[in-house]
């Protein structure tokens, strides 16, 4: 079984400042990784994945992420948020990806990000 | 870009009574997924479908739930008689790995059992 666990359900932060949001997961087979925003009122939306390969991934809009295999960690992090980052972010993990077989994710219960003026 | 489409946006429905929440997902993908979030709550895996049966399904699934592809683009959530717990945003996804590349979701359909 996997599951995913984010430690913080609120992080208020000031514009331009940096945040991290963190996520850390378990399961007992290799893991595919995943963080998700969720703007008001609409869908979730594919931020950024980690499948393989380079442990940091990025975004086109400056987030990054780093899998931590020892840590079981996937924190996602940004130097410099704006007002237009406020959303809720949800990390996300599934495995065994595979031709075939229609995997779930298994969401943590999300991180309501605030960026303050 | 390509997109999964979801209708309607918000339902309201009286307990003991049968809903359909439709989904068209991207033309090109196989594989097919409904998610579940009631307010405030994480978001909760429900059903996955590939070619043209259940792949996983979870403990919230139960008899109540029923899913299909009725012809070549729509995917159909049904419950058969909805309870006041039913209340949720029910999400929609596709993908074309099986997830690997991510999962597209839909803006989902806000389902108020009254």
């Known amino acids: 079984a996997q599951s995913v666990t984010q430690l913080d359900s609120q992080v208020p932060v000031f514009e331009e400042a940096p945040v991290e949001l963190r996520c850390n997961y378990s399961s007992s087979v290799s893991v595919y990784l995943f963080w998700y925003v969720q703007y008001p009122n609409q869908g979730l939306q594919l931020l950024l994945k980690?499948?393989?390969?380079?442990?940091l991934v990025e975004s086109i809009n400056g987030f990054e992420a780093e899998f931590n295999k020892s840590q079981t960690s996937f924190h996602l992090r940004k130097p410099s948020v704006h007002i237009s980052d406020t959303a809720e972010y949800f990390c996300a993990v599934t495995s065994g990806i595979s031709s075939g077989s229609a995997r779930q994710l298994t969401f943590g219960s999300g991180t309501q990000l605030t960026v303050l003026p | 870009e390509p997109e999964v489409t979801q209708t309607p946006s918000h339902q309201v429905t009286q307990m003991g009574q049968e809903v359909i929440l439709r989904c068209v997902p991207i033309?090109?993908?196989?594989?097919f997924y409904w998610y579940r979030q009631i307010l405030g709550q994480k978001v909760e895996f429900l059903v996955s479908?590939?070619?043209?049966?259940?792949?996983?399904k979870s403990e919230i699934f139960d008899d109540q739930f029923s899913v299909e592809r009725p012809d070549g683009s729509n995917f159909t959530l049904k419950i058969r008689s909805t309870k006041l717990e039913d209340s949720a945003m029910y999400f929609c996804a596709s993908s074309n790995t099986g997830g690997r590349g991510g999962y597209t979701f839909g803006s989902g359909t806000r389902l108020t059992v009254v």
């Open positions: 980690y499948l393989s390969g380079s442990t």
């Open positions: 033309s090109n993908h196989l594989y």
């Open positions: 479908f590939y070619n043209n049966e259940i792949s996983e």
